[in-house]
């Protein structure tokens, strides 16, 4: 089997681990760290196998960078720490070069998930004066359209 299509098949097992965060976080509002940690395994093994290594240095500082930066919004409790993590992950895997379509599914994806909870499609569960929506099938969908796409293909 070549490096290519190993590559490939480190994303169809990523896609099929956003898709149970995804669920899981839907119905308990929880995303273990477990799960996480795969998916940062699999962001390692997918850039060895499909080239992308050269890059790491350039996705983990955007990461870094913006992981940074989401940590005022977590401080304010705007989002939960599963949420900040994943997203964290999912930044680590797009990097620089395709943050700006991932940014974009994830404003579509987020979008329909609030239109889903306002007309009760979706359960969003009561926080105090405000409600939480699980965030992670947002940013699964995000992110499995962006290996769609091919932004991530073999360099």
Known sequence: MNFA?????????TGAALFYVAFTDLKHYKIRNELILILTGLFFLHAVLSGRWTTLPWNLGFAAILFAIMLYPYSMKMMG?????????????????????????????????????????????????????????????????TFLIGCLRPA
């Open 81 to 145: 720490g599963g949420d900040l993590k994943l997203l964290t992950v999912a930044i680590l895997w797009v990097g620089p070069f395709c943050a700006l379509p991932f940014a974009l599914f994830l404003l579509l994806f987020a979008g329909i998930h609030a239109l889903a909870v306002k007309f009760k499609l979706v359960e969003a569960k009561a926080t105090g004066k405000r409600q939480s929506v699980a965030f992670a099938p947002s940013v699964a969908a995000a992110l499995i359209s």
């Open 5 to 13: 299509v190993a590559s490939q098949i480190v994303l169809v097992l």
